[in-house]
């Protein structure tokens, strides 16, 4: 099941290149209360005999098509953004060598995981939205990453068990400034990469079901239409299992939490006029443009 915020921020249903109504239909069956959240719809859906009655229901009613709607980011306002730091070897290598980050390479699993970090959801931007370079920075930097969804309530879960608690995948975009503060400084993460529409999520939201495993997925980025970026997510430091285990080992995590899983290398810096495009296998595609500030 793909789902999406679309138009007036109602939520769809995509089949083929259609989209059904799913917010209505979940309220219908009394699965959520008339205008509940996205999260809220989420945590029904993590229900496999809903998610499928919902499905049959919403494909009833009429529908729009996919290239009509304008799509918005699928969760306006998730729990909390979590994004992991460094967790690609080869992301490691070259930032050192392009702004002289630290060596983490002698960092436990745990370790290198509490470098996690927050970005504010004022940062979100949705599909073929706009990242506004700031004026402070002249190197802002893109990166592109494989995202979780959480579905279900999780506190202290084990990696065996922590897919249970996905409800699917998205796409993220973590832009990151790289100067004034990201040379030789530590704890300046939240800031850089915290400003408004750097954090682009996307398109929509592939349920797990879709998605056998998420550590055998393709990265393809291209910027201005070259190719930047190719790499699998079979490559991380900390898997997607691991990332669930040690977050709920601190902190509950509640259905709509956004988990954003690091940046292959490949990352690139971001100019005025610049177009990106991503693409995760059994994800999709998104796009964004880039404009400096004003």
């Known amino acids: 099941m793909k789902i999406c915020r679309y138009n007036d921020g109602s939520t769809g249903l ?3 290149d259609r989209v059904y109504p799913l917010d209505h239909v ?30 049959n229901e919403a494909l009833k009613a009429s529908s729009l098509a996919l290239a009509d709607v304008k799509l918005l980011v699928p969760l306006d306002n998730p ?6 730091a460094a967790n690609y ?8 060598g392009r702004v002289g980050s630290s060596d983490r390479s002698h960092l436990s699993a745990d370790e290198l995981m509490a470098e996690i970090f927050l970005k504010p959801n004022s940062s979100l931007v949705g599909p073929s939205g706009t990242v506004i370079l700031p004026k ?5 930097d893109f990166e592109c990453e494989l995202c979780a969804v959480i579905g279900k309530t999780a506190k202290n879960v084990s990696a065996e068990s922590a897919l249970d608690y996905v409800y699917g995948y998205t796409m993220c ?18 800031i850089r990469k915290g400003f408004d529409t750097f954090c682009g999520v996307g398109p929509w939201i592939v349920s797990r079901d879709e998605i056998a495993e998420p550590q055998a997925l393709l990265i393809d980025v291209e910027q201005n239409g070259v190719n930047v970026m190719k790499a699998n997510t079979a490559d991380m430091i900390n898997g997607l299992r691991d990332l669930i285990r040690f ?3 601190v902190c509950t995590l509640s259905p709509g939490t956004l988990i954003t899983t690091g940046t292959p290398a490949g990352v690139s810096r971001l100019a005025h006029g610049d177009h990106l495009r991503g693409t995760i296998t059994g994800i999709g595609v998104m796009d ?4 400096a500030e004003k």
Not at 79 to 84: M, T, V
Not at 136 to 140: D, N
Request: glycine fraction near 6%.
């Open 79 to 84: 729990p909390a953004i979590w994004a992991a």
């Open 247 to 249: 977050l709920s080992s």
């Open 173 to 190: 975009w973590d832009i990151s400034i790289r100067d004034p503060w990201g040379i030789g400084r530590q704890n300046t993460r939240n």
């Open 89 to 96: 070897k080869a992301h490691q290598a070259e930032m050192i």
């Open 26 to 55: 979940l309220a219908s069956l009394g699965a959520v209360k008339a205008g509940a959240s996205v999260q809220d719809q989420i945590a029904a859906l993590s229900n496999p005999s809903l998610a499928s009655q919902a499905r």
């Open 288 to 291: 964004l443009h880039v404009v």
């Open 136 to 140: 402070i920075s002249k190197h802002v």
């Open 14 to 16: 995509i089949e083929g």
